[in-house]
């Protein structure tokens, strides 16, 4: 492959046209060459060689990586749609024929579920167009944070940090800590705007009281992979007041990990989450900043409107793999519209076909309210919602993730924000971690 090679050169311009990419449509709008120069680039910031291939002869190969020993291979395509499983296989073909040691698909679009589930197990890194904006914006930062990027990097990485890594991670019963961590945006501003909240419990929606939830004094915390939970000796009230969660840190969700080609790519919304537990209860007071609120959904199916979502794996000892099981639940808490359609909460639950089933039936209480610029979300989950018995140190997997939708009257999970730039559905692996604090 050496022969069909050539190294990467980019001019100033080219450089500084690259630095400001923001968005998945700025993307759209390259040429397949400059979607290739513009992967390379980001590639190079990282300290790799970089080299591009000639046009013809080559075998679906479009840069060529080396940093150390490690050989790997890239294949650019600058989609508007989904890039499937056939384009999967036959980049791994072109691995194995360029022995190359991984092999890694980047796209502007989005990767079909059949080509992730094919990759699973394989030295093959899908990054689609969300995943890449992201990675690029971290480039970008000053704070100088390692983007998101395919695994085999790892294998640039001296033997001793390797091995001291792998004993913090056996520690850590295997869990990943994350690295690519950025500042956190600025606090969003609750401003009460006397809308009349409403509450559901157990399902049932009633009135509470007309007075506005006043703005609770958040110190916002770094959006790390793993979360510290208070305990609160208060239960809180679920009447979607802050009050009294003063004091009990915030954690935010920057990073996007869903979205359809209906976004415009445009970051308009925040999201502070403060979560505390005691005997009873998962509590959780969320505030979001958003322009425009949209919900026409029934909890089930809240997710594609403004919505939040909470994914929790409760046994990080057990079977911490790629996939959930029944050990593994979701919940869709959804503040409704703020006139006809109530708050409410719908659990899934994870199967032994890496599916996420319906567990209808939770107890969860949940209040919401609208504000000038957002909304509020209080809930309180039962222990006994995901069969766990709480304790102080107990850790488990966790991410939060914040839904938004900007086109009223319709129903579509237009992008989703995470604590955490990894996460995937399907993967608790890619998730974050929650531990319960004395």
Same mark, same amino acid.
């Given at each position: 492959?050496?022969?069909?090679?050539?190294?990467?050169?980019?001019?100033?311009?080219?450089?500084?046209?690259?630095?400001?990419?923001?968005?998945?449509?700025?993307? *759209?709008?390259?040429?397949?060459?400059?979607?290739?120069?513009?992967?390379?680039?980001?590639?190079?910031?990282?300290?790799? +060689?970089?080299?591009?291939?000639?046009?013809?002869?080559?075998?679906?190969?479009?840069?060529?990586?080396r940093k150390g020993r490690r050989l790997g291979i890239v294949q650019c395509k600058r989609y508007?749609?989904?890039?499937?499983?056939?384009?999967?296989?036959?980049?791994? =073909?072109?691995?194995?024929?360029?022995?190359?040691?991984?092999?890694?698909?980047?796209?502007?679009?989005?990767? +079909?579920?059949?080509?992730?589930?094919?990759? @699973?197990? @394989?030295?093959?890194?899908?990054?689609?167009?969300?995943?890449?904006?992201?990675?690029?914006?971290?480039?970008?930062?000053?704070?100088?944070?390692?983007?998101?990027?395919?695994?085999?990097?790892?294998?640039?990485?001296a033997a001793g940090a390797l091995a001291l890594g792998l004993l913090i991670l056996g520690l850590?019963?295997?869990?990943?800590?994350?690295?690519?961590?950025?500042?956190t945006p600025p606090q969003p501003t609750l401003i009460a705007d006397g809308t009349k909240p409403?509450?559901?419990?157990?399902?049932?929606?009633?009135?509470?009281?007309?007075?506005?939830?006043?703005?609770?004094?958040?110190?916002?915390?770094?959006?790390?992979?793993?979360?510290?939970?208070?305990?609160?000796?208060?239960?809180?009230?679920?009447?979607?007041?802050?009050?009294?969660?003063?004091?009990?840190?915030?954690?935010?969700?920057?990073?996007?990990?869903?979205?359809?080609?209906?976004?415009?790519?445009?970051?308009?919304?925040?999201?502070?989450?403060?979560?505390?537990?005691?005997?009873?209860?998962?509590?959780?007071?969320?505030?979001?900043?958003?322009?425009?609120?949209?919900?026409?959904?029934?909890?089930?199916?809240?997710?594609?409107?403004?919505?939040?979502?909470?994914?929790?794996?409760?046994?990080?000892?057990?079977?911490?793999?790629?996939?959930?099981?029944?050990?593994?639940? *979701?919940?869709?808490?959804?503040?409704?519209?703020?006139?006809?359609?109530?708050?409410?909460?719908?659990?899934?639950? =994870?199967?032994?076909?890496?599916?996420?089933?319906?567990?209808?039936?939770?107890?969860?209480?949940?209040?919401?309210?609208?504000?000038?610029?957002?909304?509020?979300?209080?809930?309180?989950?039962?222990?006994?919602?995901?069969?766990?018995?709480?304790?102080?140190?107990?850790?488990?997997?966790?991410?939060?993730?914040?839904?938004?939708?900007?086109?009223?009257?319709?129903?579509?999970?237009?992008?989703?924000?995470?604590?955490?730039?990894?996460?995937?559905?399907?993967?608790?692996? +890619?998730?974050?971690?929650?531990?319960?604090?004395?």
């Amino acid at each position: 492959m050496a022969n069909n090679e050539q190294r990467l050169k980019l001019s100033k311009q080219s450089r500084e046209k690259f630095e400001s990419i923001r968005r998945i449509e700025q993307l *759209q709008r390259m040429d397949p060459v400059e979607f290739e120069q513009f992967v390379g680039y980001l590639y190079q910031k990282q300290g790799f +060689s970089v080299s591009t291939t000639v046009t013809s002869g080559d075998e679906g190969v479009d840069l060529v990586l080396r940093k150390g020993r490690r050989l790997g291979i890239v294949q650019c395509k600058r989609y508007a749609g989904t890039v499937g499983q056939p384009i999967v296989r036959d980049l791994y =073909g072109a691995m194995m024929h360029n022995k190359a040691d991984e092999a890694v698909l980047v796209t502007s679009g989005i990767i +079909s579920k059949p080509a992730e589930e094919w990759a @699973k197990g @394989k030295p093959i890194a899908l990054i689609d167009g969300h995943e890449l904006i992201s990675w690029a914006r971290r480039a970008q930062s000053p704070v100088g944070a390692l983007p998101n990027i395919p695994w085999f990097t790892v294998g640039a990485v001296a033997a001793g940090a390797l091995a001291l890594g792998l004993l913090i991670l056996g520690l850590l019963w295997g869990w990943r800590t994350f690295s690519d961590r950025t500042t956190t945006p600025p606090q969003p501003t609750l401003i009460a705007d006397g809308t009349k909240p409403t509450a559901t419990v157990a399902g049932t929606a009633t009135a509470v009281s007309s007075t506005p939830a006043p703005a609770a004094t958040v110190t916002i915390a770094p959006a790390p992979g793993a979360i510290q939970v208070p305990r609160l000796t208060t239960a809180p009230t679920i009447d979607g007041r802050l009050d009294e969660w003063a004091g009990i840190p915030g954690i935010t969700t920057p990073y996007v990990t869903a979205n359809v080609n209906t976004w415009d790519g445009q970051i308009d919304l925040e999201a502070t989450w403060q979560i505390g537990w005691d005997e009873q209860f998962l509590y959780l007071g969320v505030t979001v900043v958003d322009n425009i609120h949209v919900q026409t959904q029934e909890p089930k199916f809240a997710y594609q409107g403004d919505s939040l979502e909470l994914q929790l794996d409760t046994d990080l000892r057990g079977d911490y793999e790629p996939k959930v099981s029944q050990d593994d639940y *979701q919940f869709i808490l959804s503040p409704g519209d703020f006139e006809k359609n109530r708050p409410g909460v719908f659990r899934f639950r =994870g199967d032994d076909k890496n599916s996420m089933s319906e567990a209808p039936g939770t107890t969860t209480q949940i209040a919401a309210h609208a504000t000038s610029s957002g909304y509020v979300v209080e809930a309180a989950i039962p222990w006994a919602d995901i069969s766990t018995t709480p304790s102080a140190g107990l850790t488990l997997g966790a991410a939060l993730s914040t839904n938004d939708n900007d086109t009223p009257e319709t129903a579509v999970q237009e992008v989703m924000f995470s604590h955490v730039s990894t996460r995937k559905w399907r993967d608790p692996t +890619s998730w974050g971690t929650l531990t319960l604090q004395p």
